[in-house]
T-cell receptor
């Protein structure tokens, strides 16, 4: 069974440019999460989807970040415009059961110069 | 709200020895799950072990065991017979279990270095 797929793995952009990250969760997983991991820290939730619905986006900086999960499968996270402080690893995870573990993708390492 | 505290920024262990990574937590949720993840330099978060707050016995998965002490609110990870490939960041995390697929709350992690 394929794991959570993310692309790109690495991205370097200049500040004020837009950037987008893509995530394909494990087949059948209805819950999808986007986390941001700053250097030397644990991941922190940005947004959680139950199927197509964003049920927890309180930590998403909505002035510059947006996300979508069309058809309840793949998801895209966008930043526009990017700032220097957005440099981090963006992790996507998925889960299927209330008490099950979350499976993480390899992450996208974003560097904003 | 939940909070995870990992007080050891870095740990060293000799190959083939056992090591304990500390984790304490705080929550007001009556039902919760505790997790440990390993993050090698490649960046992927690898699930290691899970303990439910209602589980009477400590969880074990191969060389990993979770020393769960509910009264002390601690969930320490024990790795037996350390291997060089165990060198990585280790994160303790938790989430509430009574309201759907809630997100994980992570600690700051402990960097484990295994010495030959």
């Amino acid at each position: 069974e394929a794991g959570v797929v993310q692309s790109p793995r690495y991205k370097i952009i200049e500040k004020k440019q837009p950037v987008a990250f893509w995530c394909n969760p494990i087949s059948g997983h209805n819950t999808l999460y986007w986390y941001r991991q700053n250097l030397g820290q644990g991941p922190e939730l940005l947004i959680r989807y139950e199927n197509e619905e964003a049920v927890d986006d309180s930590q998403l900086p909505k002035d510059r970040f947006s996300a979508e999960r069309l058809k309840g499968v793949d998801s895209t996270l966008k930043i526009q415009p990017a700032e220097l402080g957005d440099s981090a690893v963006y992790l996507c995870a998925s889960s299927s059961t209330r008490e099950g573990e979350q499976y993480f993708g390899p992450g996208t390492r974003l560097t904003v110069t | 709200a939940q909070k995870i505290t990992q007080t050891q920024p870095g740990m060293f262990v000799q190959e083939k020895e056992a090591v304990t990574l500390d984790c304490t937590y705080d929550t007001s949720d009556p039902s919760y799950g505790l997790f440990w993840y390993k993050q090698p330099s490649s960046g992927e978060m690898i699930f290691l072990i899970y303990q439910g707050s209602y589980d009477q016995q400590n969880a074990t998965e191969g060389r990993y065991s979770l020393n769960f002490q509910k009264a002390r609110k601690s969930a320490n990870l024990v790795i037996s017979a350390s291997q060089l490939g165990d060198s990585a960041m280790y994160f303790c995390a938790m989430r509430a279990l009574n309201s759907g697929n809630t997100p994980l709350v992570f600690g700051k992690g402990t960097r484990l270095s295994v010495i030959a």
